[in-house]
Every structure is written in structure tokens, then in C-alpha cells.
């Protein structure tokens, strides 16, 4: 918003911000995303003369992460869910090979900027005989989905029962 004023002139300037304000378009996610948290706000005549700045915070909610065929291990491993629904495919793939996959510190520091997809082809393929990778990850995709919506059928009759 630019405000042209007269020398001395004073005026009182009254906007509002909304959630779009505060997003940038993530590549990732191809689309646009507001984090929670905190952001400086400034004022001036130009960039290099700021006269005013306010740091507030903004909660937008936590947005549960979507999946697709190339989202990073760390996405999976951030998301509760997810991570339940991983874990439980990994267990499985574990029995059937010989490097092991655990979601430890160390491996997801190492691996959590790879997409899900590519540990699975590195790690499951005495394990991958009568699957292929992708899929794999619709199973896990379609799997996380289902439970979300298991609970928030679960959420909803709570919720009803206490009405």
C-alpha cells in the first residue's frame, strides 16, 4: 500500500491484512502457505526509511501436510500421522531385507531431504519383488488418508455424543 502525503501533512491509515498477506508460494506443495509464527511488520517513506515496525504474531492452524509421490521423508516424518502409517511399512520392509530402515536421528538427518519413494527403491528392493515403488507410496498415501478420515469420524460422534 502506498499513502502519498504532502509535506507535514498527517494522515491515519487503516488496513487490513489477511492470511494471503502473510503466505508465500511454497514449490514443494505448489501452492500458496501462511506458517504460524511471527512477522515483522514496517512502515516507511521507502526500504532504506522505515519510521515504524511491529512484531506480531499470527496463528493460521496447523495444516495437515498432503502427500504425493515425491514428498520428502522429512514431510512424512513431521506428520503424526504419516509417520504411524511409515513406520509400520518400514517395519515390514525390514523383515525382508538386510540394511535396515529405523527412523532414527541419524538416518532421517541423513536421508529427510529424499523423497520417501527414492529410500524405499534404495533400501526395499529384495523386499519390492511383487510391488513396485509407486506403488507403494499410493498404499501409504491412500493409508494416511484413511485414518484421517477414521478419526475425524471419531472426532465428529464425540463430539455429537456430547451435544
Not at 488496513?15 to 514496517?42: C, M, P, Q
Not at 526509511?49 to 522429512?74: P, Q, W, Y
Not at 527412523?103 to 528392493?125: A, C
Amino acid at each position: 500500500m502506498k499513502i502519498e502525503l504532502e509535506p507535514h501533512e498527517k494522515k491515519e491509515v487503516v488496513f487490513e491484512l489477511e492470511e494471503r498477506d502473510f503466505a508465500y508460494y511454497n514449490t514443494k506443495y505448489n501452492r500458496w502457505i501462511a506458517e504460524t509464527g511471527y512477522f515483522k511488520l514496517v512502515a516507511g517513506s521507502s526500504s532504506r526509511d522505515i519510521r515504524l515496525t511491529e512484531r506480531v504474531f499470527c496463528d493460521f492452524g496447523k495444516e495437515e501436510a498432503s502427500f504425493h509421490k515425491f514428498s520428502l521423508l522429512n514431510d512424512w516424518v513431521e506428520d503424526p500421522t504419516a509417520k504411524s502409517v511409515l513406520e509400520k511399512c518400514l517395519h515390514e520392509m525390514n523383515e525382508h531385507v538386510t540394511d535396515k530402515v529405523h527412523l532414527n536421528e541419524e538416518f532421517i538427518g541423513f536421508w529427510g531431504d529424499f523423497p520417501t519413494i527414492k529410500v524405499l527403491q534404495m533400501f526395499g528392493q529384495n523386499w519390492l519383488i511383487h510391488r513396485t515403488p509407486d506403488q507403494v507410496i499410493d498404499e501409504l498415501i491412500a493409508e494416511v488418508e484413511r485414518v484421517r478420515q477414521a478419526a475425524a469420524g471419531t472426532n465428529t460422534a464425540a463430539a455429537q455424543s456430547q451435544e
